[in-house]
């Protein structure tokens, strides 16, 4: 390990990249403190703290959003877009054309989804302020709040400059994807992602080591940070983890063939990203209409079906999930594509015949890797709940100490991807001076 990070320090390319993505990431972070004009940062702090779906974008947004600083939305609005352009890719045929035509059809989909990121960000700024907006006095600054009649006006030029702040995130992402190190829109997000792990400790100090010490609390300080690095560790396990397929290539005459690697969680944390938008929409509508639990009984059993917290809405998230889990992943790793080219490349699993028996021993190989997936997606997106409730975090606590949870898969999986980039292009680098 040491001897790898030496190699990587000596090379001053990649030493470089890294300082470029540090700089492109110090950036970021400035901007999520640059407020937007007219508006009342410490109301927006009051209801943003109360508000569970909002709690999870700001730490996305790197704390943009508690800040509503012109960065509020971060890059949430260009993975969206991006998840949104994949899933028409199976329906649009002009799609699915262009993204089978290499480098030029690649550049056609980046283009589309630039412009459904400066829609979808346009729209989620106008309910995102319009929902906080319910009572001006959430938004603005007590001297606007007389104009009555300009309220539109005042709104509309906030979803603007937050429009142009989720374009100037998604350009910062290009920048590091082309310059820096590992892929633009991970590294944001996990940079938003860490920026909050300072106040997670910090939250646990208050509730434990703070005016309320004793022996016991003690105890439950250092389980937490225990489950917390153990999650880390099984995540790092299970992210890494690969089954291998054998193939046997006809046309070669040693008995030694390859393999085909499938990734236990080949559908990443996508399908948790999705349960959770879906499940936040219908309690974003009912927080924008002003509903509550205690007047509304539509409020009340929205809360029901759609809170993870609740028995049915955790039911539900566990049902997304899976479902989610299986489509992506055979969307992503397709059985009767693999068994095309094998066919064509004249390979074949050991013990089945090319063609359908292939194709078919391959689907029973993807639903039990999946399967496996799908169990552990569901059991840390689980955990954070399951900790809350044994501990008895508060909603705000709970929101701010997260053990497990969407926010460690990604972190874990970027950290990953990023360290074998940065390995590959120093190994890349050995092997060029060698050859030169």
Same mark, same amino acid.
């Given at each position: 390990?040491?001897e790898?990070?030496?190699? $990587? =320090?000596?090379n001053?390319?990649i030493v470089?990249k890294?300082?470029?993505?540090?700089?492109?990431?110090?950036?970021?972070?400035i901007?999520?403190?640059?407020?937007?004009? =007219?508006?009342?940062?410490?109301?927006?702090?009051?209801?943003?703290?109360?508000?569970?779906?909002?709690?999870? =974008?700001?730490?996305?947004?790197?704390?943009?959003? +508690?800040?509503?600083?012109i960065?509020?939305?971060?890059?949430?609005?260009?993975?969206?877009?991006?998840?949104?352009?994949q899933?028409l890719?199976?329906l649009?045929?002009?799609?699915?054309?262009?993204? %089978?035509?290499? %480098?030029?059809?690649k550049?056609k989909?980046?283009?589309?989804?630039?412009?459904?990121?400066?829609?979808l960000?346009l729209?989620?700024?106008?309910?995102l302020?319009?929902?906080?907006? +319910?009572?001006?006095?959430?938004?603005?600054?007590?001297?606007?709040i007389?104009?009555?009649?300009?309220?539109?006006?005042?709104?509309?030029?906030?979803?603007?400059v937050?429009?142009?702040?989720?374009?100037?995130?998604?350009w910062l992402?290009?920048?590091i994807?082309?310059?820096?190190?590992?892929?633009?829109?991970?590294m944001?997000i996990?940079?938003?992602?860490?920026?909050?792990?300072?106040?997670m400790?910090?939250?646990?100090?208050?509730?434990?080591?703070?005016?309320?010490?004793?022996?016991?609390?003690?105890?439950?300080?250092? =389980?937490?940070?225990?489950?917390?690095f153990?999650?880390?560790?099984?995540?790092v396990?299970?992210?890494?983890?690969?089954?291998? @397929? #054998?193939v046997?290539?006809a046309?070669?005459?040693?008995?030694q063939?390859s393999?085909?690697?499938?990734k236990l969680?080949?559908?990443?944390?996508?399908?948790? @990203?999705?349960?959770?938008?879906?499940?936040s929409? #219908?309690?974003?509508?009912v927080?924008?209409s002003?509903?509550?639990?205690?007047?509304?009984?539509v409020?009340?059993?929205v809360?029901?079906?759609c809170?993870?917290?609740? #028995?049915?809405?955790?039911?539900?998230?566990i049902?997304l999930?899976v479902f989610?889990?299986?489509?992506?992943?055979?969307?992503?790793?397709?059985?009767?594509? $693999?068994? %095309?080219?094998?066919?064509r490349?004249?390979?074949?699993?050991?013990?089945y015949?090319?063609?359908?028996e292939?194709?078919?021993q391959?689907?029973?190989?993807l639903?039990?890797?999946?399967l496996?997936?799908?169990?552990y997606?569901?059991?840390?997106?689980?955990?954070?709940?399951?900790?809350?409730?044994?501990f008895g975090?508060?909603?705000?606590?709970? +929101?701010?100490?997260?053990?497990?949870?969407?926010s460690l $898969?990604?972190?874990?999986?970027?950290?990953?991807?990023?360290?074998r980039?940065?390995?590959t292009?120093?190994?890349?680098?050995?092997?060029k001076?060698?050859?030169?």
């Amino acid at each position: 390990m040491l001897e790898k990070l030496k190699k $990587i =320090l000596s090379n001053r390319e990649i030493v470089l990249k890294i300082m470029v993505t540090f700089a492109i990431l110090l950036v970021f972070k400035i901007g999520t403190y640059i407020p937007i004009p =007219l508006v009342s940062i410490t109301s927006i702090s009051q209801v943003i703290a109360g508000n569970d779906f909002l709690t999870v =974008l700001n730490a996305f947004s790197g704390g943009g959003l +508690s800040n509503f600083s012109i960065l509020a939305l971060g890059i949430s609005p260009y993975i969206t877009s991006s998840i949104i352009v994949q899933m028409l890719e199976l329906l649009i045929p002009k799609l699915k054309e262009w993204s %089978e035509q290499g %480098e030029v059809g690649k550049g056609k989909i980046n283009r589309v989804t630039r412009y459904v990121t400066v829609a979808l960000a346009l729209v989620q700024a106008l309910v995102l302020i319009f929902g906080l907006g +319910s009572k001006p006095e959430n938004v603005l600054l007590d001297s606007l709040i007389q104009y009555k009649d300009f309220y539109w006006a005042f709104y509309l030029y906030m979803a603007i400059v937050i429009t142009a702040g989720s374009g100037f995130t998604m350009w910062l992402a290009d920048l590091i994807t082309r310059h820096g190190i590992g892929n633009g829109s991970s590294m944001i997000i996990s940079a938003g992602i860490i920026s909050s792990i300072p106040a997670m400790f910090t939250t646990l100090g208050n509730k434990y080591l703070g005016a309320n010490f004793t022996g016991l609390n003690c105890f439950l300080y250092i =389980l937490v940070l225990v489950l917390y690095f153990a999650m880390i560790l099984a995540v790092v396990y299970f992210e890494g983890a690969v089954r291998k @397929i #054998p193939v046997q290539y006809a046309n070669r005459q040693s008995s030694q063939g390859s393999d085909i690697p499938v990734k236990l969680n080949s559908a990443n944390v996508i399908p948790v @990203i999705f349960a959770s938008t879906l499940m936040s929409i #219908p309690m974003t509508i009912v927080g924008v209409s002003g509903l509550t639990t205690a007047t509304s009984s539509v409020a009340f059993w929205v809360n029901e079906v759609c809170s993870n917290s609740k #028995p049915i809405g955790c039911v539900l998230y566990i049902i997304l999930i899976v479902f989610f889990s299986f489509f992506y992943s055979f969307m992503t790793v397709d059985p009767d594509k $693999i068994s %095309e080219n094998l066919d064509r490349q004249g390979a074949f699993i050991p013990g089945y015949r090319p063609g359908e028996e292939t194709k078919v021993q391959l689907s029973k190989m993807l639903f039990r890797i999946t399967l496996i997936g799908a169990a552990y997606l569901v059991f840390i997106a689980l955990v954070p709940i399951i900790v809350s409730a044994a501990f008895g975090f508060s909603s705000s606590e709970a +929101s701010t100490i997260t053990v497990g949870g969407t926010s460690l $898969i990604i972190v874990v999986g970027v950290a990953i991807e990023t360290f074998r980039q940065i390995e590959t292009q120093s190994e890349t680098k050995d092997y060029k001076g060698f050859l030169d």
